[in-house]
């Protein structure tokens, strides 16, 4: 997942977000008509903006945007129970109308299975300091509450696992720094949060840390880029977040920080930004003790794609210097096949296949940037059409 794209529109596996730390008919082009208001109408193109799949199930979740209209009734929230091959449309989140701009307040989604997830609000509270509010739900979109994981709080990153949602939080005054990172830990299905030890190790890369967990496990990445040697750090907890070790890894070396993608507690990738719209990605076997690189790969060469692990023996990409390519591949030391040619020459923002044969692609429009494309495969990407409302 290495495109340039918007800023944690999708979850950390997604090389979109992490190089900037950023009803199916074929073909069409949709228009919308909102509700009338005490204002003008506004007629606008709808535009999927963040695709989530749930968990490992089979469910995904599409947020469309309008092109021209930033209130609440011009953004839909969709969901498939087959992997992209038919939709339908749940409730959205009761977030605040965004004034200027082109995308809503909605900065991501997460489902940790198919009914319970969260969305992530992005609001502004007066001051000069930004402030994300939570929204979540236990019954697959049908209705959302707000949801404070601790008082006076930024949260900084979210993850999940099957049992249980992580979020990090900061402490923000109105003035000045933010401070005092929390580890916060949720069990899927309920709205109690509790505070974990944060490795102490980690407490001075702050910002910088990306999060990702697989059952009881928990890894935390840092890149220092203050002092040399420049050190990128990897904690790992087998325990669900309640203690961690902390290791340097050389491998996963950064301009920011990798994301680390588990497919299983011991097969792990990792997408790493490396600046000027290229990046890494690499491959551990083991939980992250040990991590392959091949700097002269398609791996090691990688520029504006996306990147989707789908099993302990298979992940999808595309490299963003063969933008018309969907390859697949088993290991780093694996060389990647070519599976399918993609739909036109566009740049590609996020990839989700649910299982070997269903998924879907999101991409920038042919001229580029928003409004986006949706796409969908039912034969492991071999053939595409466009998704619409």
Same mark, same amino acid.
């Given at each position: 997942? !290495? %495109? =340039?794209?918007?800023?944690?529109?999708?979850?950390? @596996?997604?090389f979109v977000a992490s190089l900037l730390t950023p009803l199916i008919l074929a073909? !069409? %082009? =949709?228009?919308y008509l909102p509700p009338t208001s005490s @204002?003008?109408?506004?007629?606008s193109v709808m535009s999927p903006a963040i695709v989530a799949r749930a968990g490992s199930s089979d469910?995904?979740?599409?947020?469309?945007?309008?092109t021209s209209c930033h209130l609440q009734r011009c953004i839909r929230l969709e969901r498939s129970v087959n992997g992209g091959h038919t939709f339908s449309r749940v409730a959205v989140p009761p977030v605040a109308p965004v004034l200027g701009g082109n995308t809503s307040p909605i900065g991501s989604l997460y489902f940790a299975n198919p009914l319970d997830g969260y969305a992530e609000e992005f609001s502004s509270t007066g001051s000069r300091w930004s402030t994300t509010t939570l929204f979540v739900t236990f019954d697959g979109g049908k209705s959302w509450g707000r949801q404070d994981v601790a008082a006076r709080t930024v949260v900084t990153g979210m993850t999940y696992s099957s049992?249980?949602?992580?979020?990090?939080?900061?402490q923000c005054p109105t003035k000045g720094r933010c401070s005092h990172e929390l580890l916060n830990r949720s069990k899927v299905g309920t709205t109690k949060w509790t505070r974990l030890a944060f490795p102490k190790q980690m407490l001075k890369y702050f910002g910088s840390e990306q999060i990702s967990?697989?059952?009881?496990?928990?890894?935390?990445?840092?890149?220092?880029?203050?002092?040399?040697?420049?050190?990128?750090?990897?904690?790992?907890s087998l325990n669900s977040g309640v203690s961690f070790t902390v290791a340097v890894q050389p491998e996963l070396s950064s301009v920011n920080s990798c994301a680390v993608l588990p497919i299983s507690s011991e097969v792990l990738w990792a997408t790493c930004d490396q600046g000027n719209m290229h990046g890494d990605v690499v491959f551990s076997p083991d939980g992250g003790a040990r991590w392959q690189f091949n700097q002269k790969s398609q791996l090691g060469q990688f520029s504006f794609g996306v990147f989707e692990p789908v099993s302990k023996s298979t992940a999808y990409f595309i490299?963003?210097?063969?933008?018309?390519?969907?390859?697949?591949?088993?290991?780093?030391?694996?060389?990647?096949?070519?599976?399918?040619?993609?739909?036109?020459?566009?740049?590609?923002?996020?990839?989700?296949?649910t299982n070997g044969r269903q998924g879907v692609a999101l991409s920038e429009s042919s001229g580029g940037g928003f409004p986006y494309i949706l796409w969908r495969t039912e034969d492991g990407g071999k053939r595409w059409s466009r998704v619409t409302l």
């Open positions: 997942m !290495l %495109t =340039l794209r918007g800023l944690r529109r999708t979850k950390a @596996s997604r073909g !069409l %082009t =949709l228009t @204002s003008a109408t506004v007629l469910v995904l979740y599409v947020l469309w945007e309008s049992r249980f949602f992580y979020a990090m939080t900061a967990a697989y059952q009881s496990k928990v890894w935390l990445m840092a890149q220092d880029q203050v002092s040399k040697p420049f050190s990128p750090f990897l904690a790992t490299n963003g210097m063969y933008p018309q390519t969907l390859f697949r591949v088993r290991s780093e030391a694996a060389t990647p096949i070519a599976v399918a040619k993609m739909p036109n020459k566009l740049n590609w923002m996020s990839l989700d296949f």
